[in-house]
């Protein structure tokens, strides 16, 4: 077939130059949503477009016209085939308190990979007490800091207040930042290993089990264990929680990756892996103010018998919420399924 | 709007989308200098906007640091995920590094990004940024033919070039009164099936370009192309050809090959 060049976009031009209009006005909406007749006149002229990009698609002489024309299409294409959310939907408040009941529907639904997060954590705190238990050469290399591998310094400094520079209140703010950025921080790179087909993320969760298993053992054998568990109880029980559930999406995201294709809604498993990580990071921020606010005062400010109360009363309640909190499903199919979009 | 799935195929440095309607369209990929250009002017923005703050933290906080602190560490922490990801997700596929570099992130079906892949490819730096300075994140762009870093991979997204483009103007040598070579009907007709169309686009690019070339290089680069053209593809007489310069012989076979007189037609194969 032999194409006028210059007939033809003469032709074409103003189809051309309406469609860009069209485009131009849509792109600058906030919503880019569609009236009917608007959509009538988009879907016309990109259908004509992209006919006149399939003619000269093959003209390779008319390089500039085509680079043009396809960028005309795709813009066009994507107004047509996108659905853009309702800004008024968008920040209408339950839509972001959803946030509350989805994150325990979440947790439930990819449980299994929140078991498989518990076991290894466990393997690692079996290994890593044990290992301070029955050999004393390996507290060097698994308890690098002074403070781990001495809990009765740690101890004596901690109830003393020998750590305090700055008024009380102010340290605390401050160490709880810190503490609130470096969990996350730590937590997302445990989610984000996934992509190593979780190999990295098993990696991590172990490493701070040994750690965590370790640290027991050490403080525990020298006659400091309801200090450290009063210690540790009251953002721990939050704290942990929160790792494991990075864990949990670490392998969910491992899951998606290796059955992408077979994944007919990836959207929404994404979403899932977002709501997990909205969740844990929920939980950090508590587990950070705990720390920093609770945590660090020892008897005689606080009984050890309190804090230990206080702990346990989290991790009940925190139970109640990840089990009980949103819809219960039951039945195989609810553990993997992802929930219909709200439209 | 649809089920369907766009068929995408990547090639070295543009991604083709083939739509239901059977259209089939590319989009060049961003290279990875301008993603890194438009990466460290966005660092600049976050460093200078928490530092801004910061100062007036400080100021408000003064008989308080350790407050201030908490507020600084706090609004960093979270200004520097929240920055590309609300930019992103809701600036159609560009912070203000991207929109100055012309990059735009999208779907890899060619759809607009949608606000979970912006969080998503967004919280996944966390992966990308390590060990420094995006290593993982670079050398996974670098061998991953969609340039995606992991987080491109996992939210499914890729960074485009938006360079933006107006209809293509008359070119000036389409308007020649009069074109020495056309007085040569059969060596013109011999140019126009036997230039490549890599030739034809160098040939334009090179005489578009006049003016942004050091007249060194113009003379070299048309001497060149005027040379190759003459030796190996269609020899107009001699006579003819040292009468004009090496400018004028390239005008002239754009002429023949883009321009009106007669040979403004092309074969569209179907």
């Given at each position: 077939?032999?194409?006028?060049?210059?007939?033809?976009?003469?032709?074409?031009?103003?189809?051309?130059?309406?469609?860009?209009?069209?485009?131009?006005?849509?792109?600058?909406?906030?919503?880019?949503?569609?009236?009917?007749?608007?959509?009538?006149?988009?879907?016309?002229?990109?259908?004509?477009?992209?006919?006149?990009?399939?003619?000269?698609?093959?003209?390779?002489?008319?390089?500039?016209?085509?680079?043009?024309?396809?960028?005309?299409?795709?813009?066009?294409?994507?107004?047509?085939?996108?659905?853009?959310?309702?800004?008024?939907?968008?920040?209408?408040?339950?839509?972001?308190?959803?946030?509350?009941?989805?994150?325990?529907?979440?947790?439930?639904?990819?449980?299994r990979?929140?078991?498989?997060?518990?076991?290894?954590?466990?393997?690692?705190?079996?290994?890593?007490?044990?290992?301070?238990?029955?050999?004393?050469?390996?507290?060097?290399?698994?308890?690098p800091?002074?403070?781990?591998?001495?809990?009765?310094?740690r101890?004596?400094e901690?109830?003393?207040?020998?750590?305090?520079?700055?008024?009380?209140?102010?340290?605390?703010?401050?160490?709880?930042?810190?503490?609130i950025?470096?969990?996350?921080?730590?937590?997302?790179?445990?989610?984000?290993?996934?992509?190593?087909?979780?190999?990295?993320?098993?990696?991590?969760?172990?490493?701070?089990?040994?750690l965590?298993?370790?640290?027991?053992?050490?403080?525990?054998?020298?006659?400091?264990?309801?200090?450290?568990?009063?210690?540790?109880?009251p953002?721990g029980v939050?704290?942990?929680?929160?790792i494991?559930?990075?864990?949990?999406?670490?392998?969910?995201?491992?899951?998606?990756?290796?059955?992408r294709?077979?994944?007919?809604?990836?959207?929404?498993?994404?979403?899932?892996?977002?709501?997990?990580?909205?969740?844990?990071a929920?939980?950090l921020?508590?587990?950070?103010?705990?720390?920093?606010?609770?945590?660090?005062?020892?008897?005689?400010?606080l009984?050890?018998?309190?804090?230990?109360?206080?702990?346990?009363?989290?991790?009940?309640?925190?139970?109640?919420?990840?089990?009980?909190?949103?819809?219960?499903?039951?039945?195989?199919?609810?553990?993997?399924?992802?929930?219909?979009?709200?439209? | 709007?649809?089920?369907?799935?766009?068929?995408?195929?990547?090639?070295?440095?543009?991604?083709?989308?083939?739509?239901?309607?059977?259209?089939?369209?590319?989009?060049?990929?961003?290279a990875?200098?301008?993603?890194?250009?438009?990466?460290?002017?966005?660092?600049?923005?976050?460093?200078?906007?928490?530092?801004g703050?910061?100062?007036?933290?400080y100021?408000?906080?003064?008989?308080?640091?350790?407050?201030?602190?908490m507020?600084?560490?706090?609004?960093?922490?979270?200004?520097?995920?929240?920055y590309?990801?609300?930019?992103?997700?809701?600036?159609?596929?560009?912070?203000?590094?991207?929109?100055?570099?012309?990059?735009?992130?999208?779907?890899?079906?060619?759809?607009?990004?949608?606000?979970?892949?912006?969080?998503?490819?967004?919280?996944?730096?966390?992966?990308?940024?390590?060990?420094?300075?995006?290593?993982?994140?670079?050398?996974?762009?670098?061998?991953?033919?969609?340039?995606?870093?992991?987080?491109?991979?996992?939210?499914?997204?890729?960074?485009?070039?938006?360079?933006?483009?107006?209809?293509?103007?008359?070119?000036f040598?389409?308007?020649?009164?009069?074109?020495?070579?056309?007085?040569?009907?059969?060596?013109?007709?011999?140019l126009?099936?036997?230039?490549?169309?890599?030739?034809?686009?160098?040939?334009?690019?090179?005489?578009?370009?006049?003016?942004?070339?050091?007249?060194?290089?113009?003379?070299?680069?048309?001497?060149?192309?005027a040379?190759?053209?003459?030796?190996?593809?269609?020899?107009?007489?001699?006579?003819?050809?040292?009468?004009?310069?090496?400018?004028?012989y390239?005008?002239?076979?754009a002429?023949?090959?883009?321009?009106?007189?007669g040979?403004?037609?092309?074969?569209?194969?179907?």
């Amino acid at each position: 077939m032999i194409l006028d060049l210059e007939r033809f976009q003469a032709q074409a031009r103003p189809r051309w130059t309406r469609l860009e209009s069209l485009l131009a006005a849509l792109e600058s909406r906030p919503d880019r949503r569609l009236n009917p007749a608007e959509a009538e006149q988009l879907q016309e002229l990109y259908a004509h477009t992209a006919l006149d990009l399939n003619r000269v698609t093959h003209g390779a002489l008319a390089h500039d016209l085509r680079q043009y024309l396809e960028r005309l299409v795709a813009r066009a294409y994507a107004e047509l085939y996108y659905a853009p959310p309702m800004a008024s939907e968008m920040w209408q408040p339950h839509r972001w308190l959803r946030i509350f009941t989805a994150f325990p529907e979440a947790f439930r639904r990819q449980s299994r990979y929140f078991a498989l997060a518990v076991l290894i954590t466990v393997l690692g705190c079996a290994l890593g007490g044990l290992a301070v238990r029955y050999d004393p050469a390996s507290v060097d290399v698994l308890l690098p800091a002074n403070y781990l591998r001495n809990p009765g310094q740690r101890v004596h400094e901690e109830e003393k207040g020998l750590s305090r520079r700055l008024p009380s209140a102010q340290t605390e703010a401050a160490f709880s930042a810190h503490l609130i950025t470096h969990n996350i921080q730590v937590a997302l790179l445990a989610a984000a290993l996934g992509v190593t087909f979780g190999i990295g993320t098993a990696l991590l969760l172990f490493e701070n089990g040994v750690l965590l298993g370790a640290v027991a053992v050490r403080y525990t054998q020298q006659g400091f264990g309801l200090f450290m568990t009063a210690w540790l109880l009251p953002h721990g029980v939050f704290e942990i929680p929160s790792i494991l559930i990075a864990g949990q999406a670490g392998f969910y995201l491992a899951r998606l990756l290796l059955r992408r294709r077979e994944d007919r809604n990836v959207r929404q498993s994404m979403r899932e892996w977002l709501v997990l990580i909205a969740g844990l990071a929920m939980m950090l921020v508590w587990a950070g103010m705990m720390e920093a606010f609770f945590s660090q005062h020892h008897e005689p400010v606080l009984p050890y018998g309190f804090k230990v109360a206080v702990g346990t009363a989290e991790l009940a309640l925190l139970t109640i919420y990840l089990l009980l909190t949103g819809q219960r499903k039951t039945g195989a199919g609810a553990r993997v399924r992802v929930p219909s979009e709200n439209k | 709007m649809t089920d369907f799935q766009p068929i995408r195929f990547p090639t070295t440095a543009e991604l083709n989308i083939a739509t239901s309607e059977g259209v089939i369209f590319r989009l060049p990929l961003a290279a990875p200098a301008s993603r890194l250009y438009a990466m460290l002017f966005d660092t600049a923005i976050v460093l200078g906007a928490v530092n801004g703050v910061g100062l007036m933290v400080y100021w408000l906080f003064a008989k308080a640091p350790g407050f201030g602190f908490m507020v600084i560490t706090l609004a960093e922490f979270a200004v520097g995920f929240a920055y590309g990801a609300l930019l992103e997700g809701f600036w159609n596929g560009q912070t203000i590094g991207k929109r100055l570099f012309h990059l735009r992130v999208i779907d890899q079906a060619g759809l607009p990004l949608r606000i979970e892949q912006a969080w998503v490819r967004n919280l996944m730096r966390v992966f990308d940024v390590l060990p420094f300075a995006y290593l993982v994140g670079g050398i996974a762009a670098l061998s991953s033919p969609l340039m995606q870093r992991f987080g491109d991979r996992v939210a499914g997204t890729l960074v485009v070039r938006q360079t933006p483009l107006a209809a293509p103007a008359e070119e000036f040598w389409t308007r020649q009164k009069y074109n020495s070579f056309m007085d040569y009907p059969t060596i013109a007709m011999h140019l126009r099936r036997a230039a490549s169309p890599e030739l034809a686009s160098l040939i334009q690019d090179a005489l578009r370009r006049r003016n942004e070339l050091a007249p060194y290089a113009r003379r070299e680069i048309y001497r060149e192309l005027a040379t190759y053209v003459q030796c190996e593809i269609s020899p107009f007489p001699d006579e003819l050809v040292e009468m004009l310069s090496d400018e004028q012989y390239l005008i002239n076979a754009a002429g023949v090959l883009f321009g009106a007189n007669g040979c403004r037609a092309f074969t569209v194969n179907h």
